[in-house]
């Protein structure tokens, strides 16, 4: 941040009185400009036993592959975001279920939160942010092939409460390197 | 936003390509400036039977009673953030517990989440923000002089929880009037 976004007075950095952060500060209208962390919104959707996956066509981590997440918008519930992100890249329609993950990247000012989901029917297809969708098995998931930790660590804790009849919420917090000039994802650590 | 806080140039609001919704754009650098929900935590701090609450010194809703909350700021987890607020509007140092109420305020722009936690001691006191801060039973709670309806709901399902000895989590939707011009926590609806 360079400049006041309300009136284009150079920016400094400080921290305003009452205040116990450094903040992006304009010195001419006063404006004090916040940067908070952002919430990633995803699910897995289930078709009987077998979820859907998304092989991304974007950077960061092109070609590999993640669960249907995406950063929420103004406006919209949690389970709305992770529906339409849903739709987005894998163009299926679910129905939202319980609390899966939510997993904290300080590094990234980021948090995910990840839903368990059931598609309404098999019927799917790569979004523009998607290379390839399809529904895999337990054993068909491309463990190795996992874009984000975030996405990893849902997926294992998805299969682990199914196999044990429950459906569980899991927090964790993921240090992973920053990559800046990418979309703020988090590489893996 | 009017000019673009990477150059300084006048902000349109349009649609960039391959996106859905309308968005702050810089058409000299090309910058996209998105706006996306903001994360408030909070905690209920329990002491044996009663529960820490503090009453508000700034607006929005200044002399009513709240729960400890606050905007999360980026490089902190959310339960450390819960804990931060904690500290800073109540001086009282907690053990952060389970999960107990997410609420999407999306009128504000704002996702609410809040756990149940721990004092350590029973040593508290009214921080900047707060008039006054105290513990109390379920009996003494000022029902109807509560500042927020995200706290509302967050004590109401912390109390029906202890009394069947449950600690589930809680999903709420408000759609309370947003105020302009405060700090944008949403007025009761």
Known sequence: MNF???????????TPPGDHL???????????????????????????????????????RRGYWTVPAGFMENGETMQQAAARECMEEAMAQVEMGSLLAIVDVPGAHQVHVMFRARL??????????????????????????IAFPSGLFTLQKFFADRA??????????LRGRFKPGTTSMPEPA
């Open 120 to 145: 309404y029917q098999p019927v799917f297809g790569p979004g523009p942010e998607s290379l390839e969708v399809k529904l895999v098995t337990e054993a068909e998931i491309p463990w190795d092939d």
């Open 4 to 14: 006041c976004s309300n009136c284009a007075a150079p920016i400094v950095v400080k």
């Open 22 to 60: 450094p903040r992006f500060v304009c010195e001419r209208c006063g404006s004090i400009h916040y940067k908070n962390p952002l919430l990633v919104l995803g699910c897995v959707p289930q078709w009987e036993d077998r979820i859907l996956i998304c092989r991304r066509a974007i950077e960061p």
């Open 164 to 173: 044990a009849g429950r459906e569980d919420h899991h927090f964790a917090e």
